[in-house]
């Protein structure tokens, strides 16, 4: 995505120079109130006279008045103009904005956090991924808030780190696998990292041989482009709790010899996306210098047929010794994921946790706004306390221990899935990915663990809603930086 500045101003929008002004109306019994009308007076009785009603998304395009900006879009907010309301309608704004390069959002008299959410809404919003277009239209490059808060409470340097966060996010899983190859992820990481000056350490076919990471390499092993482990640090000097993320990176997901059907496989690029959250989100909590030492591991394959490929019934050893017999090659996700949950205990973090594209029943079960989430209690608790504080989508899932019987093997420690079960297919991965958890060396006990399947949020295959366009969606970065900065204290 081109760069996008964001700036404040405390002149009225209706002294803006921009291309388009936004103004946020709230639905009343009678006519939409504006929550800023400095200088549009005239706009409450057009609107009524268009018969608009401010309900939540809608948009409506009106000329403007002596000589300000070329164009004026009322976003609705319904009828509570709260953060989550003025983030939304900010971005269906922007999202609908057209070719307009600066845009006004006129928010005078707005609280700071009012101001920040429509500024984040906004940014999500202008979002655009033309790479691959011989023609692009442009989208916004500037978006200017018109409000009286300082940039400090506002908190400006936090919306545009966070913005930035998910929009890199949404370009790695927008980009097309024969571009985005585990080595090539691997390269994007190491540039990411480098900039925020954190700490990388890679992994190739040899070095992951010579570790043992049995899932990773046997996933990896049916295509020319070999697999990858790719861990980042983030640790500054006064951090008092360590976070463990783990995030699959299958670049492309054929099902392997499993094969899936031709229309499964259109989309299957975006099945790294759990991998692209983990590493973006890390990079937002070290600029914004978030004392919490995040760990990340970014467990990197692409999965293809090939005479080199696994085989169904293959048995494979996952880092650290237990065995897996792979009844599905398309249940690869949890085997490049076990050994990253594996690894990710040598550094005794207090909590874990993966995300992951991995399931079609989360798409079930969820539809494709909601990201499933388990684990245990506690630090499921705090994941979706987090991701309600910035309004993406979870929701708890059961995590039953009977089913740990329907991933018996008759050769191995244990199988990666169960044939000719679908249902309960998100719970099950999630209780074949808790054997691989570590345990404390100290107490014994499981370190703290939550798992993510984001297969339907990751990716909009559908209508283009409020902030979230088509393509890739940043599912879950603005979740884990919350959290971060929630474990940190601030």
């Not at 995030?247 to 299957?268: N, R, Y």
């Not at 760990?295 to 990197?300: A, Y």
């Not at 880092?319 to 249940?331: I, R, S, Y």
């Not at 490049?336 to 079930?364: F, N, R, S, W, Y």
Request: glycine share 12%; proline share 6%.
């Amino acid at each position: 995505m081109p760069e996008l500045t964001l700036d404040l101003s405390t002149a009225p929008a209706s002294e803006s120079s921009a291309d388009a002004v936004v103004l946020f109306a709230v639905a009343g019994d009678e006519a939409p109130q504006l929550v800023d009308g400095d200088g549009y007076d005239w706009v409450p009785d057009a609107l009524e006279s268009l018969g608009a009603s401010a309900v939540a998304e809608e948009i409506t395009r009106l000329p403007a008045r002596d000589g300000g900006p070329r164009r004026i879009l009322v976003a609705g907010v319904g009828p509570t103009a709260d953060a989550p309301a003025i983030r939304l309608a900010a971005g269906a704004a922007l999202r609908q904005v057209g070719e307009a390069a600066a845009v006004g959002l006129a928010l005078h008299g707005a609280s700071d956090e009012l101001v920040a959410a429509a500024l984040e809404g906004a940014a999500l919003g202008a979002y655009r991924f033309t790479r691959y277009r011989s023609e692009a239209k442009p989208g916004p490059s500037r978006i200017v808030a018109h409000a009286t808060g300082s940039a400090e409470a506002i908190g400006l340097d936090r919306v545009r780190i966070v913005a930035e966060a998910v929009a890199e996010t949404k370009d790695l899983v927008n980009t097309p696998p024969d571009d985005l190859t585990p080595e090539r992820f691997a390269e994007i990481a190491r540039a990411a990292t480098e900039d925020a000056s954190l700490s990388y350490r890679e992994w190739d076919v040899p070095a992951l041989e010579a570790g043992g990471f049995g899932g990773i390499l046997d996933v990896g092993r049916g295509s020319a482009n070999g697999p990858r482990l790719v861990r980042v640090e983030y640790a500054p000097t006064d951090a008092r709790f360590t976070l463990a993320l783990v995030g699959k990176g299958i670049t492309f997901d054929s099902g392997g010899l499993s094969l899936k059907p031709a229309a499964s496989m259109v989309g299957m690029k975006t099945d790294m996306a759990g991998a692209a959250a983990v590493l973006h989100a890390i990079v937002a909590l070290a600029r914004l210098r978030t004392q919490v030492r995040v760990i990340g591991w970014l467990c990197l394959a692409e999965n293809m047929p090939s005479s080199t490929a696994l085989r169904p019934t293959d048995v494979i050893t996952i880092n650290g010794g237990t065995t897996v017999e792979v009844l599905n090659t398309d249940a690869e996700g949890r085997l490049v994921l076990a050994d990253g949950l594996v690894a990710a205990g040598e550094d005794h973090p207090d909590a874990i946790i993966d995300v992951a594209t991995l399931t079609g029943a989360q798409l079930v079960a969820l539809g494709g706004r909601i990201a499933g989430l388990m684990g245990d209690d506690e630090l499921v608790a705090r994941v979706r306390a987090s991701a309600d504080a910035v309004d993406e989508a979870v929701w708890p899932m059961p995590l039953p221990d009977y089913l740990r019987g329907m991933l018996k093997s008759d050769v191995a420690d244990l199988a990666n899935a169960k044939l000719g079960t679908v249902l309960p297919g998100m719970s099950l991965a999630g209780v074949f990915l808790r054997e691989f958890v570590p345990r404390d060396e100290t107490t014994g006990e499981r370190i703290p663990w939550a798992h993510l399947d984001i297969a339907g949020p990751s990716n909009n295959t559908g209508a283009a809603w409020g902030f979230t366009g088509s393509g890739g969606t940043g599912s879950t970065v603005r979740t884990l930086v919350r959290l971060g900065e929630d474990l940190s204290g601030k």
